[in-house]
């Protein structure tokens, strides 16, 4: 019983471990600075695309 804890407690201490390794590198890329612009990137991508 105490493997299967220990495994899943493993499991779930890669994935954090991954996400943030994730959350770090989009910041430090700089996926952050302006999170406005993406808002009507995405905005103006759907209205071309209606047209």
Do not use: N, P, R
Not at 11 to 19: C, Y
């Amino acid at each position: 019983m105490i493997e299967a804890t220990m495994i899943q407690f493993f499991v779930a201490l890669f994935m954090s471990l991954g996400a943030v390794c994730i959350f770090v590198w989009a910041v430090l890329s700089g996926l952050f600075t302006d999170v406005e612009e993406i808002k009507y990137k995405a905005y103006h991508a759907e209205v071309t695309e209606d047209e």
